[in-house]
């Protein structure tokens, strides 16, 4: 991304060929394999990230000889638009300076680059795939998203200089390796989006989650609320476009609508639904969740979203609403006393004279969840006010827990969640908070990519806030994904070109680490010095 030519502050800131198919028999015994980073002659090329397995061999990649990429699968038409990716990069990175051609076939020539979805059993992942640079190049993959990756390693092997041979087999460990970018705050022009998520891809990223919107914006056309819509925006249209490019690299693009606070904006417009407390204190960021219109405007604007959108994941938000432990219990922060139509009302739902406020808080994020699974798509929320085992009500375990914070170690663990039936995002505030302040990039001892590369891991959760600790996540609780969050807080204080010059490295990190192969090399240091400039950027 620093190629790229086109041009809150909140609690959340203080955190701080032709080889045959049986050939590839046998390559699943770890011992064949070279470890990424072994100081060896057998070890694997400069990769991001890096592979699992890697078996040297051959005299090295016959690119030059190439002529076609064969689509050899059943499956040949879903790998078109993969292969027709492929050859135009692997012209744009230099390897070739002539045109491949696609064909679909069941007799591959020697030269040709073949694609191919087939069962693999050495590969534990649907994303997993087998690069073979035996005799010819293939790809091989249980899916087409696997096929994809595996392209994205032979243009980054290219890319490199290098024309290493041998076997390369590869899978994620995790189903989900996000970037949430906070479009609600700052405009980032559909272009600049694309190349994000170009270089997402390169990086085996596939999910980008589009936070609409924030206390000083909604960043998408709204044609059922024009009026909460910032000036500078995305159309539908652009969404659209962005949506195919997203599909064609396979980043599926989740929407991301944050209620019922941070709502500064949009209750700007409707300020009869802003949150009035007993002593008159009016928030207005906050929703009233109690009364009926205001829930029924929030899910007008969901209601659009999941419309425009293509199903997946829908972040309903959920952060933020009750104080943090330090904002004390005053009667200008929300409770049960200063709040009592939130009791009221959850009180009439239930039925149960015991319920409280956190109750109805619980409430409403389930009828807001179950609007976005009516449209297909899965529900998640931000952890910080989910309690489980706490109060009458509880939360739908069919919604996913995105764990961003842990105030203190009195707060529910990540194994609270999954135990409640939760799945788990990763979304460690201390680590994976890429933030726009008014001094600039936001800090912290581990918030930047030397603490993403040599401390954290997917199961590094947050123990307490302010890098106080963390919680290291039990491998035999299940872990969906992890995501790194772009959050504008102070939007003037970078271009979006700075935003991408700056990101560029945290992407290289984050990716390696949500991959889950063995790190090629032990220090960030390092890896700036042997491996990214090998892997380079996307080509674009």
């Known amino acids: 991304m620093s190629a790229l030519s086109v041009s809150r502050p909140s609690r959340r800131s203080v955190l701080t060929a032709g080889v045959a198919v049986p050939l590839l028999a046998g390559l699943g015994v770890p011992a064949a394999f070279a470890a990424p980073g072994q100081p060896s002659a057998t070890a694997a090329p400069p990769l991001l990230p890096a592979p699992q397995r890697y078996r040297p061999g051959g005299p090295g ?128 022009s559909p272009d600049w989006i694309k190349a994000l998520i170009g270089e997402m891809s390169y990086l085996k990223m596939n999910t980008l989650q589009l936070h609409i919107s924030e206390g000083l914006g909604f960043g998408i056309e709204s044609e059922t609320h024009p009026e909460i819509v910032s000036p500078q925006h995305l159309t539908k249209a652009e969404v659209r476009d962005i949506l195919r490019f997203a599909r064609a690299h396979h980043v599926r693009v989740h929407p991301d609508v944050d209620t019922p606070g941070h709502l500064d904006h949009i209750l700007s417009f409707h300020p009869e639904h802003q949150l009035v407390l007993a002593d008159g204190t009016r928030h207005a960021g906050y929703l009233d969740i109690s009364r009926a219109d205001g829930r029924a405007l929030v899910h007008e604007i969901v209601g659009e979203m999941c419309e425009l959108f293509e199903g997946g994941g829908f972040h309903i938000g959920g952060d933020e609403y009750f104080p943090a432990p330090w904002q004390g219990s005053g009667p200008d922060v929300i409770s049960d006393a200063s709040a009592p139509q ?51 009500s509880r939360i739908d375990p069919r919604t996913q827990a995105d764990v961003w914070i842990r105030w203190n170690t009195s707060k529910p663990t990540a194994v609270d969640y999954a135990e ?55 491998e035999s609780v299940p872990l969906l994904g992890s995501h790194l969050s772009v959050w504008c807080d102070s939007p003037g204080s970078m271009t979006q070109d700075e935003v991408a010059t700056h990101l560029q490295e945290w992407l290289q990190v984050f990716a390696q680490q949500v991959w889950g192969s063995p790190r090629p090399v032990g220090t960030l240091d390092e890896l700036r010095a042997r491996v990214i400039p090998a892997v380079g950027t996307a080509p674009a």
Request: aromatic share 8%.
């Open 420 to 474: 409640a039936g939760h799945a788990l995002i990763n979304s460690n505030g201390d680590y994976l908070y890429f933030i726009l302040t008014s001094e600039g990039l936001g800090q912290g001892p581990y918030k930047n990519p030397r603490g993403i590369y040599e401390r954290w891991t997917p199961r590094t959760f947050m123990g307490a806030a302010g890098s106080a600790g963390d919680f290291e996540l039990p």
């Open 61 to 188: 990649l016959p690119i030059t000889a190439a002529r076609r990429i064969a689509l050899v699968s059943e499956q040949a038409d879903d790998l078109r638009s993969d292969a027709e990716l492929l050859a135009r990069d692997l012209r744009l990175a230099g390897a070739l300076d002539h045109r491949l051609e696609v064909v679909a076939t069941t007799r591959p020539c020697r030269t040709d680059i073949v694609l191919e979805v087939a069962d693999l059993p050495e590969v534990p992942h649907p994303e997993g795939y087998v690069l073979s640079a035996e005799g010819g190049i293939r790809i091989s993959a249980p899916s087409s998203a696997g096929v994809f990756w595996g392209t994205r390693t032979l243009v980054q092997l290219l890319r490199s200089g290098r024309r290493p041979g041998g076997v390369v087999v590869d899978w994620p460990e995790l189903d989900e390796r996000s970037l949430m970018l906070d479009i609600g705050r700052k405009y980032f």
């Open 342 to 392: 939130l009791v009221e009302y959850a009180r009439q739902v239930t039925g149960r004279p015991e319920a409280t406020a956190l109750d109805a808080y619980e409430i409403y994020l389930d009828e807001v969840a179950d609007l976005v699974r009516a449209h297909g798509y899965t529900a998640r929320m931000w952890n910080d006010d989910i309690h489980p085992g706490e109060g009458v």
